[in-house]
Each structure stands twice: as structure tokens, then as C-alpha cells.
């Protein structure tokens, strides 16, 4: 209901806000023209993009639930829930340990992953799109400027989705409010944000019976009465998080030599819990624990609470022919925690909890000037812990089509609190350990050029952390699923090369990404399909005298088959598996997209060959992808 009346009044806001921009045009013919580089978005780090209501291909694949580019991620069957992971050098890493409870985390903004705004006038964008069966997504946003300095946005992102198998609903929320200020003579900059996102998923475990889906059989073309593992299990993520980023220029005018006094405080709070009243599942008539041995009978309730703290202070020299030099500490602290210690007949002891307190210094060096951009950091954990990461960023803008840039990133990588401690009421996924740091070194070189995009990277992972199956063969046979934390003493080389291109004929494209994956190692510990391709033959023209702009075409999505990793609700984690091989599907959508002035309208028929095909197509080994649907949106923008 919360979210219903928030939505309304931003609505009533827009039409307000359209309205009174009409007023505007009719009452002033001395007004001013706003320039699109009025409408800016900038990161933390100050990368600045323009607003852009155009209507191009890269939309078309941008228009989803988590509002961007998902090539190289696998999305489960309905909206909402998690992702398995196609093209590892997504991966983000940060030599800070951090929750975990990764799979959950797909559509959790983290702290750089926020926008800031500065804009000429009030803009609104308003995104909506239907999801699978009943249910909505939609993501509204307002900013404005009250002054040339001062900046707010309030943006929320909300989504229910019921999904066609048995218990699968999704239910989501991301709020978001920010502010952007600075001082008129610009001596002063901030930037803050506030945000609370909350992320419920029915988990069902997957379907009981993978044969009775592969047969085709017509009985099950209703997805309902395929038997599912839990019909009454959830998990449930949430969070808030108070930031601020702010500087100060010492001296009072700006010149050639400048000296800058930095500040970033991050304070967030995250809680975890996986809820399941009933404990036995039955497969075919047969009483099964799917997670093995459990404390209680029934009402499962476990909950993971977690919170950090983060400080950092610096001081940055700005030489107009140098650049900057940056120098800082910081400091880090975190809680992660439960309300009981478990001990256990073999002495075995499992804490309450498991807290860091983490100080570091470290040096950075930015160089932009004329076609060259540079960032060199460097930092060092000064506390018992060690931690470490070198990370230097160069990229050279030969022309307006043509970049190149190169990055190398060496990270000493403290383990994600879930890895060290994790208490359950399943006896078996209760643990305390000691893991040492991940080691990563990584190189990685991008090319954007007017006939061919190309990514290349390699990555050398030393003391690699993952999730194992750790089921006997009595277990599995049981169809009992243990899942433990696992560190691998050997070393794992990964290369991935990315090229993308498009041709056209006339008003006809054909786009093309292409990603070739290999890896190295002893052990089936990192896997991932060797091809994953995306290509797109589409049409796009003007139509009713250039007051419509139209986009039409089929979509082929398609990987090599691998040993995927499988998804544990317990934990809200991918672990390894090696028994099951997924892919090898061509997954076809089709879509109408059109243009009328702000306006996208967005057309699609998902999968549209499922039931062409043979049902061989997964998300994890026991759990199928989308099946054919079909889907309606908008994207709305306002501003004048």
C-alpha cells in the first residue's frame, strides 16, 4: 500500500511538473533554452554522463529489471530472483571483506553504483514494465535543481512478481534519495545519499523431478504442477545506508596549485533471513530433508545481521601540469552477528559473532590532460590484517570513436564474512573459520573503435573461496543438499575476449557480442560456459512523418553447455557443482519498440521458441529459464 501511494503522488507530481512547464512556455518568450549538457549525471567519481531519450539497441537490452546491459547474466524464471553468472570477469572485487550472501545481492545498489544529478530544470523519468504472471515493475525518479549549487533526487525502484511454478513470488524495493551541493565560488563540494531496499523471494529449491520437464510431457505445460522441494520457504534481504562524499579546497581562489581536504563516511546495516515452516519436502511420495538434519521440526526462522562503518580522510595536491596527488587513511569496522553461540557434542564451538576493525593508508595519483586519463592508487592495511590493493587505470581518447584503455589490479582480498561464520538451525550448515586472503591479479586491455568493440582480460586467482557441494553419495542419492565453504590452494588462470560489432544495411542491423572464455586449472572450481554470444538482426526507420520512430527485431542469446553453478537459499549463494551440464539452448525473443517524442514504448515476446526447442533450457541444474512470454513497457521522461 506504501508503495501504491508513493508511486501516486510522484505521478501527480510529473503531470504537476509537465503542466507548469506548459505555463512556462506560454507565459515567457524571453525564456532560456536549456542545453542537453544542462542534464547531467555524475558518479562518485565524477564521471559525468548527459540524459538521452534516444531510442537505440543498447536500450532495447538495457530495458529489464536491473536497468542495464545483462549480457553475461543468466536470469532465473521469474522476475526478481537471483542471476547465474555466464561471464566471470564481471565480477566486481574489493579488498574489503564485505556480507556476503552474494546471489542476493544482483539488484542491491551499492554505494558507487548511485548517480548524482545537476540539472537545468526538473526532470522525471517514469519506467514500467510487465512481469510474469501477476504483478508490476516500475521505477520512478524526480530531480531538480532549487539553486545552480544545490541538487536533490528521490527515486524508487518497486517490483512484484508471482512467477508460474509454485511459490516463486517476488517482491522488492529500492529507495533512493540524493543530494548534490556545492558552494558558489566552488570551494566546497558534497555529495550524500540515503537509501533502504528491501529484496523477499518465495524459494521453492527447484523443481523435484527434472525428468517429468525434459519429457514435454502436455500435463506439465501448466508450470503449477510441477512438484517443487518447499512450497512455504523465503528469504529475505534488507538494508539501509547513510553516505556522504565532501571535499574542500584549503586555499581560497583556484589556481595552478591547489590543496584539497577529503572525507567519505559510509554507514550501512544489512539483515539476512531464510524462513521455512515446514522442514520435510516430498519427492514422488517419498519424505526427503533437502538440507540434511535440522534442530527444529518446523518454523525455521534464520536471521544474519551485519553492519559497517567507514571513514576516510585525505589530502589531495592539484598541480594544473601534474595532476593530483591524493594521500589518505582510512578506517574500517564491521558486525557480523547472531543472537546465540552454538556448541556442539564434538566441542566444536560456533560464535555469536565475528567483528574487524581494519585501518589502512594508501596514495593515489589522477593525471587528465589533453587525450590521456589516468588513476594509480595504491593502499595498505597498517592493522594486524592483511589487505592490499594496486589498481592503475590508463585510457587514451584517440578521436570521439575511438578509446583504448588498459587496468591492472592487484588485490591482497580479505574473505566475505559468510565464508568465516554461519549459523543455521540445519546442523550441517553451521561453521567458524579462518580462511586466508584471495589473491588477485588481474590485466585487462578495452578498445572502442568505429568498426569493432574488444575487451580482453586475464586473471590469475590464488587461494580462490567458493561454495562446495559437500554431499556424500549416501546424501545425494537422498536428494540432500549440503553446502559448505571451500578454499582452493591451487591456481586458476581465466582469460576472457569480448568483441562486439555491428553492421548495417540501410535501415537493417545486425549486432553482434561474441564472449570466448578458458580456464585453467587442476580442478573443476571455476566454471563457465566457453561461447556465450548475443545477436540482434533488427529494423529501425521514421514513420507518419517523423513523429513515430520504430524498432523491430529477433534476439538470439545463446552459451555453450558447462557445469553451471546451482543456487542454495539457505546460504543465498551459487556453489560449485559438477554433475548436471546446462546450455547448448538458442533462447529467440522478438521485439516492437517505438518512439514518440519523450516517450519509448517497448514491446517483447520472451523465448519465443520454448516450446520449438526441447525443454533443455536452465537457469541451475534444477531450476528451468523463462519460458515464452510476453512483455509490455514504457520508459516516460519529463523535462523542459
Known amino acids: 500500500m506504501k508503495k501504491a501511494i508513493f508511486l501516486l503522488l510522484l505521478t501527480n507530481i510529473c503531470i504537476a511538473q509537465d503542466l507548469s512547464q506548459q505555463k512556462q512556455i506560454k507565459d515567457t518568450t524571453t ?53 547465474n553468472t555466464l561471464q566471470y570477469s564481471l565480477t566486481d572485487f574489493s579488498p574489503y571483506p564485505e556480507f556476503g550472501f552474494k546471489a542476493k545481492h544482483f539488484n542491491f545498489l551499492e554505494a558507487n553504483q548511485i548517480r548524482y544529478s545537476s540539472v537545468a530544470t526538473p526532470v522525471t523519468e517514469l519506467y514500467f514494465k510487465t512481469t510474469v504472471r501477476k504483478g508490476q515493475s516500475v521505477d520512478a525518479f524526480i530531480t531538480l535543481n532549487t539553486s545552480e549549487n544545490l541538487n536533490f533526487s528521490i ?18 524495493g529500492n529507495f533512493r534519495f540524493t543530494t548534490n551541493f556545492n558552494t558558489k ?80 563516511f559510509n554507514y550501512e546495516n544489512k539483515f539476512f533471513e531464510y524462513n521455512q515452516a515446514t522442514v520435510p519436502s516430498t519427492v514422488g511420495g517419498t519424505i526427503v530433508y533437502r538440507f540434511g538434519e535440522s534442530f527444529k521440526s518446523s518454523g525455521i526462522n534464520d536471521q544474519t545481521r551485519y553492519n559497517k562503518m567507514y571513514n576516510r580522510v585525505g589530502l589531495v595536491y592539484e598541480n594544473a601540469t601534474l595532476g593530483k596527488f591524493q594521500f589518505f587513511a582510512d578506517d574500517f569496522r564491521s558486525n557480523y552477528y547472531y543472537d546465540q553461540i552454538l556448541i556442539f557434542d564434538n566441542q566444536n564451538v560456533i560464535p555469536s559473532s ?80 579462518d580462511f586466508k586472503n584471495e589473491k588477485i591479479n588481474s590485466i585487462s586491455a578495452n578498445a572502442i573503435t568505429s568498426w569493432v568493440d574488444a575487451e580482453v582480460q586475464f586473471s590469475v586467482l590464488k587461494d580462490h573461496l567458493y561454495f562446495n557441494d559437500a554431499s556424500t ?11 559448505a565453504p571451500s578454499q582452493y590452494d591451487g591456481t586458476i588462470n581465466y582469460l576472457s575476449v569480448k568483441v562486439s560489432r555491428e553492421l548495417t544495411f540501410g535501415n537493417f542491423a545486425l549486432d553482434n557480442t561474441i564472449l570466448y572464455q578458458k580456464v585453467d586449472q587442476q580442478d573443476a ?9 548475443r545477436n540482434t538482426f533488427y529494423y529501425s526507420n521514421y514513420l507518419f512523418k517523423r513523429a513515430l520512430f520504430l524498432q523491430t527485431g529477433i534476439v538470439l542469446n545463446y552459451f555453450t553447455k558447462y557445469y553451471a553453478s546451482d543456487y542454495n537459499p539457505v546460504i543465498g549463494e551459487f556453489f560449485v557443482q559438477n554433475d548436471k551440464q546446462i546450455g547448448n539452448h538458442p533462447n529467440f525473443d522478438f521485439f516492437i519498440n517505438a518512439k514518440i517524442q519523450r516517450t519509448r514504448i517497448y514491446f517483447k515476446a520472451e523465448h519465443f521458441n520454448s516450446s520449438l526447442s526441447g525443454n533443455n533450457f536452465y537457469s541451475s541444474p534444477n531450476n528451468p529459464s523463462r519460458d515464452f512470454t510476453i512483455r509490455l513497457g514504457l520508459i516516460w521522461n519529463f523535462f523542459n
Open 525 to 533: 572450481v571455476l566454471n563457465v560456459p566457453e561461447i556465450v554470444t
Open 155 to 172: 527515486a524508487y525502484k518497486g517490483l512484484r512478481s508471482e512467477g508460474v511454478y509454485i511459490n516463486q513470488l517476488s517482491s522488492t
Open 473 to 483: 553419495s549416501e546424501q545425494a542419492l537422498a536428494k540432500t543438499q549440503i553446502v
Open 31 to 83: 525564456a532560456k533554452i536549456a542545453t542537453i549538457d544542462m542534464y547531467r549525471f555524475i558518479t562518485i567519481d565524477n564521471d559525468t554522463t548527459y540524459i538521452d531519450t534516444s531510442l537505440t539497441i543498447q536500450k532495447e537490452y538495457s530495458h529489464n529489471y536491473l536497468r542495464k546491459d545483462i549480457f553475461g547474466l543468466l536470469p532465473f524464471a521469474n522476475d526478481g530472483q537471483t542471476y
Open 354 to 433: 565475528f567483528s574487524q576493525e581494519i585501518n589502512s593508508v594508501g596514495g593515489q595519483y589522477e593525471y587528465r590532460k589533453n587525450k590521456w586519463n589516468g588513476k594509480f592508487l595504491y593502499s595498505r592495511s597498517v592493522t594486524a590484517q592483511s589487505l592490499s590493493n594496486l589498481d592503475a587505470k590508463l585510457k587514451y581518447d584517440f578521436n570521439d570513436e575511438t578509446q583504448f584503455s588498459f587496468q591492472y589490479q592487484s588485490i591482497n582480498k580479505l574473505p566475505n564474512s559468510n565464508y568465516n561464520l554461519h549459523q543455521s538451525s540445519y546442523v550441517q550448515y553451521n561453521w567458524s573459520n
Open 185 to 264: 565560488n566552488k570551494r566546497y563540494f558534497a555529495k550524500a545519499h540515503y537509501t533502504f531496499q528491501d529484496i523477499l523471494n518465495e524459494e521453492n529449491g527447484g523443481i523435484t523431478t527434472i525428468d517429468d520437464f525434459e519429457s514435454e510431457d502436455p500435463n506439465y505445460n501448466n508450470r503449477q504442477r510441477f512438484e517443487v522441494y518447499f512450497s512455504d520457504a523465503k528469504s529475505f534481504l534488507k538494508g539501509k545506508r547513510i553516505f556522504l562524499d565532501h571535499n574542500f579546497r584549503i586555499n581560497s581562489e583556484k589556481g595552478n596549485n591547489n590543496l584539497y581536504l577529503t572525507h567519505q
